[in-house]
C-alpha cells in the first residue's frame, strides 16, 4: 500500500513467514503466532491510515486500528509497546490533518475499549468454576487486576525471578538472532530504506514509526527480560518474544528495497531492469529462508513431546496423585488427561500453582478423591492457618498413590520426616517410610519401564524435545543412581550389595547403547570405584580398576569443562598406578 504491489511487498511479507522464529512458532499452540496476526493487522492499518485521501477514511482506519489494539493487548501484553508508539503518531497526524476533536477521542476510546471484551469472559468462568483447569480467581476485582498483570509471575518480566541480565547482553542476543535469522542483506535492506525515506516526504514517517516501534520495543524487553541467555532452553523462551520486532524489520526491508528500486530507476534509467533485479533478490532471499529453515520447521513427524507425556502416564499406576512441576510435565500431561479423555482414574495437581491462595478454592472440586489439609501449600509458613506442609498433604493421601513429576521443590523438606521417595522413571514415588524397599524387585521394575527409542542428543537444546528426550535418557539410570546414593547413606552389610546392584545396572546400560550422556561414564566409574572399595563382591579388582579409569576418561573427553576435571584427573592417574602395583603383585 506504501510503496504498491511488486517484490518489495512480497520479499514483507514473504520474509517474515519463513523466517526461522515465525515458522517455528505458526506450529505451536501458543499466543505469539495470534500476536504475529495483530502485528500484521496493525502494519496494514498504520497504512491504510497514512494513505487515506480523505477524513472519513482516515476515521475508519484509526477506528479500527484502536479495536485492533484492544484485542491484540487481550492475547499478549508486549503489543503495548506498539501501540504506546501508534497512538501519539496517529493523534498527531489527526491534529496536523484539523481532524481532531472530542467527539473523534471519544469514538477512538470506544473502539479501543470494545477490543478488552473478551476480558468479561474470565469473571463470568471463573464464578461459574467449570473449567477443570484455569489460573487465578478472577471473581473479584483484585483477582482480574492480579490476573491481567501477571502480578503472581512479575508484571513485564518472564519469570519469578529477582535476577536480571544485562541490557547489552540482551541486546547483542537480538543482534545475533537478525544476523543469523533474517540474514545480514534483510538488515542491510531495511537500513537503507531507513535512510532513503528522510528524502520521502510522503511515506517516510511511517518508516520512522515502525523503527521507533522496533527501538523502544527491542530497549523496553531488553531492560525487562530476566532470562539467562546463555542458557539454550532458556534462550528459546527469550526469542519467541523476538518475532514482534522480526515483523518491523521485514517490513522495513521491505520498503528499503522498493525505495532503493525506485531511486536506481529515478537516477539511472532501465526501470524494467532494477524491478527484474529487485524480484531477482526476493526470490533468492525467500529461497535461502525455505532452504535453511524447512528442515528444523518441518514439525509434521514430531510426536515426541506426546510420547513423553503418554509414556509416563503408562507407567504410573491406577488411581494415583501425580504431582505435576514445571511446564514440560505439567502442560503435555494436562492435555492428554483433560483434552484427550487419557487416564481419568488419575489426579493431576501442579506443585507451584497449589502454592495460590486461590488453587485449592477453586480446583479442589475437580480432584475428587485428593483431600487438601488447608487453602494453600506454603513451603516456607506450612503451620499458618489456613496453610499445610507437604507432609501433611502426602499423609492426608495415603490411600492413593502419590508420584512427583518431575522432582520437589526443596523450599519444604518437612515429606523427608514420614515419606521416602522411590525413582520411577521421569517421577519419584512418595512412599511412607515405614514401607520396606526391595532393591531387586525395583530394579527389575523400571529396568525397561519405558518405550523409548528417541537417539540421543537428536534435537537442539533450545528445544522442549530436547528436555523431554533428555528426561526419558536419564530416567533409564535413576535407580542405578538411587541405590548407589541409598548405598553410601547406610553402615549395613547389605552396602555392598547395592553397590554392586548400581554397577551391573550402570555397566549394562552403557554395553547397551553407543551414544548416551555423559554423566553415565561418570556414576559407571564411580560406581565401579565404590564396588572396589566395598570388597569387590567377587568380580576381578583389575577389570574394576580399569572399568573405572577407562569411563573417568571418556567423561573428560565428552565433557572437558567440568569444574572437577583435575580432580578426576588425578583419580585415574592413582586408580592406573593401583592397577600397576597389583599387576606387580600378581606377578610371580
Known sequence: MLTGPGPGAVLAGGLFAVSRLSWQWSVVAEVFTVNNCFVGLLFFLIASFHCAENATQRRKAACWGALCCGLGLC???????????????????????????????????????????????????????????????????????????????????????ESSVNLTTMLKAQL???????????????????LLSLRDRMHGSVSWLLTTMLLVYSLFFAW?????????????????????????????????????HSELERRLGYGGFWKATSWVITTAL?????????????????????????????????NSIILTRGDLPGNSLRYLHYCQGERPDVRLVDQEM??????????????????????WWDPSHPKGKDTFSLEQFLSRNTERDVFACIGLPDGDPSWKRSFSRW????????????????????????????????????????????????????ARMKTAFFLFDLAGRIQAEGRARLFELSYNLYKELVETHSNYPSNWDKNLALACEKLL??????????????????????????DPGDPQGEAIRSAVTHLLKERDRLHHRQTP
Open 286 to 318: 525467500m529461497a535461502h529462508m525455505v532452504r535453511t529453515n524447512h528442515r528444523g520447521c518441518d514439525q509434521s513427524r514430531n510426536d515426541v513431546v506426546e510420547r513423553f507425556a503418554k509414556e509416563i502416564l503408562a507407567s504410573i499406576p491406577t
Open 75 to 161: 492475547n499478549q501484553h508486549t503489543l503495548v509497546l506498539y501501540v504506546l508508539v501508534i497512538i501519539p503518531w496517529v493523534l498527531h497526524r489527526l491534529y496536523y490533518c484539523r481532524e481532531l476533536s472530542l467527539r473523534g477521542l471519544l469514538s477512538l476510546g470506544l473502539c479501543f475499549l470494545i477490543g478488552f471484551l473478551p476480558y468479561v469472559y474470565l469473571p463470568i468462568s471463573s464464578y461459574v468454576n467449570t473449567a477443570r483447569w484455569s489460573w487465578g480467581d478472577q471473581t473479584s476485582l483484585s483477582g482480574l487486576l492480579t490476573h491481567l498483570l501477571r502480578t503472581e509471575y512479575g508484571t513485564f518480566s518472564l519469570a519469578k525471578t
Open 423 to 474: 525413582p520411577l522413571g521421569v517421577c519419584d514415588y512418595l512412599v511412607p517410610v515405614q514401607r520396606q524397599f526391595h532393591p531387586e524387585d525395583w530394579a527389575r521394575r523400571t529396568r525397561n519401564i519405558y518405550n523409548w527409542s528417541e537417539p540421543y542428543d537428536r534435537f537442539h537444546p533450545k528445544l522442549w524435545e530436547h528436555v523431554a528426550n533428555e528426561e526419558m535418557w536419564q
Open 533 to 558: 572399595r566395598s570388597g569387590h563382591r567377587g568380580y576381578s579388582p583389575d577389570d574394576l580398576l580399569s572399568c573405572s579409569a577407562r569411563h573417568f576418561s571418556l567423561y573428560l573427553e565428552k
Open 176 to 194: 545475533d538472532h537478525c544476523l543469523a535469522d533474517l540474514t545480514p542483506p534483510v538488515l542491510v535492506l531495511a537500513g537503507t530504506g531507513l
Open 224 to 260: 525487562r527480560a530476566n532470562l539467562n541467555v546463555g542458557s539454550p532452553l532458556l534462550l528459546g523462551v527469550v526469542e519467541r518474544f523476538w518475532l514482534q520486532s522480526d515483523a518491523a524489520v521485514c517490513v522495513l526491508a521491505g520498503l528499503g528495497l522498493s525505495r532503493t
Open 354 to 375: 497449589m502454592t495460590y491462595t486461590w488453587y485449592v478454592a477453586k480446583l479442589a472440586q475437580h480432584h475428587p478423591g485428593v483431600n487438601f489439609p488447608g487453602l
